[in-house]
């Protein structure tokens, strides 16, 4: 338990809340071609910001935590980041560790898993097949396989699962070619690993927070019964669908099953082990409880194998799920709602499906429920259940219609939400769409500001990550945008390294803190943890000492 947090005594209050709001996957562009956000006709945000004290922030590498500022942000991080006010270590770099120590592999876990296998079953590792280093790193899943041989493992099988998104966006074949390379020369007469099964990322296995169940029974049974379309390699089945399919990318491949003589070479039976490599939460929980839960109703799993199943991580603390894992996440504690809780703060998280977790599970630190049930409030939005650049407006209005409730209220203190057009959107590819989600999601801005205005409160805007603000690929050396046979743009679907905004609208002023926006009067150079200071100030207290400094000076 964390105490309450103390009032600033030169703080002169204000009539209404403070709202913060973060647009996901919104950053500011470091080419000119592809930055879809400074495309777009933002009137609103614009005007915002000539007007109100801003800077930029850092949303990526080493400043949320991740093992190099190479590393590109991600919704999980950052949310953490701005929910904690303090960097920890996160997934990529936790799991890195751990396998360099060497710690992984003395673990329960690993143990269990590996020796279970020994016995004659097979182990199976299922994860995104990239070295995105979002969501899971090839170099993990090498070590594992290398280690797995020692420790007497007979038979191993890979189900990939292609990217697309954190990486380029039809380089499966880049990430194929070596690994089957890799696996030869592994195997011999007392070791057997082959590609068994898989498929794009956004088409099998990978959903989170429940929007479409039905891509987590296509991962199940192409992963566990074999049930797919059949090929001899996995080049095959990825040139094959290329052709098939002109201008599919690797996120949503059709699944496939690797075969000899008509029969799967990789199904999961009673007996085996399974390692789920990825080690961020989001889109490891539905398929995590495909295989632990006794209970399971999202659809039929018809024969359950019985396994020992580990992820790579705990990917929700309060569930404990799974029951075992390979490496323990960060220990993220006294978070802002913690705080906020303590001190009796009255909070609203709100956003649409695709990003109600980050607000609420991430932002306060990998934690399911809440602090206090009393003073918290989380409403959920449900998201659409298609492809995003068919809908790029999302659902946007709908949030804007609660927050234009809850502002003149008076049951809120603290308000937070989450705009997911510039992330979902965003890993399309689609440009178009980006800024049609742009613009949406800036009229939406629009209302809450006239909202602010007239309840005389404080806005915050700022952004978890860069991604509409980067949508071409760009030559790294002279920064030429990539081009396709045809000369259009490649479209880049992942993250992008750029800065963030951070604006403070606060139209009712009253000179705590300086704010004349053409003046350097923000501390710059910090990154997204400083956030939650900044709101916490913003609220009338003083942030605790060990957080990221405010923004505000």
Known sequence: MVEALKKDPSWKGRRGPVVLVIMDGVGYGKYKEGDAVADSKMYHLDAIRAKSPNTKLKAHGKAVGLPSDDDMGNSEVGHNAMGCGRVFNQGAALVSKSIETGAMFTGQAWKDVSSNAAKGGTLHFIGLFSDGNVHSHLDHLKAMIKQAKKDGVKKLRVHVLFDGRD???????????????????????????????GGGRMWITMDRYGADWSMVERGWKVHVHGEGRQFATTREAVETYRKEIPGIIDQDLKEFVIAEGGKPIGTIEDGDSVVYFNFRGDRSLEITAAFEDDKFDKFDRGRRPKVCYAGMMEYDGDLHAPKRYLVSPPSIDKTMGEYLAATGVRTLAISETQKYGHVT?????????????????????????????????????????????????GKYDFIRLNFPNGDMVGHTGIYQAVVCSMEAMDLQLGRIAKAVDEAGAVLVITADHGNSDDMFE?????????????????????????????????????GEYPATPHDSILNEGLGISSIAATCIRLLGYVPPKDYDPAVIK
Request: charged fraction near 30%; proline fraction near 7%.
């Open 474 to 510: 760009h030559d790294k050396k002279s920064g030429a945008v990539s081009r396709k046979e045809d000369g259009s743009p490649k479209a880049k679907t992942s993250h992008s390294l750029n800065p963030v905004p951070c604006i403070v609208y606060d139209p009712e002023y009253k």
């Open 361 to 409: 599970y991430f932002f306060n630190g990998n934690r399911t429920g809440k602090f206090d049930d009393k003073l918290e409030t989380f409403v959920e939005i449900k998201s659409d259940v298609l492809p995003f650049e068919q809908r790029p407006w999302m659902k946007c209005a709908e949030i804007t219609d609660q927050i234009l409730e809850a502002i003149p209220s």
């Open 167 to 197: 990486v380029g966006e039809t380089s499966a074949l880049e990430y194929v070619d070596p690994f089957e390379a890799f696996l030869k020369e592994q195997s011999g007469s007392n070791f057997d690993a082959r590609i068994a099964s």
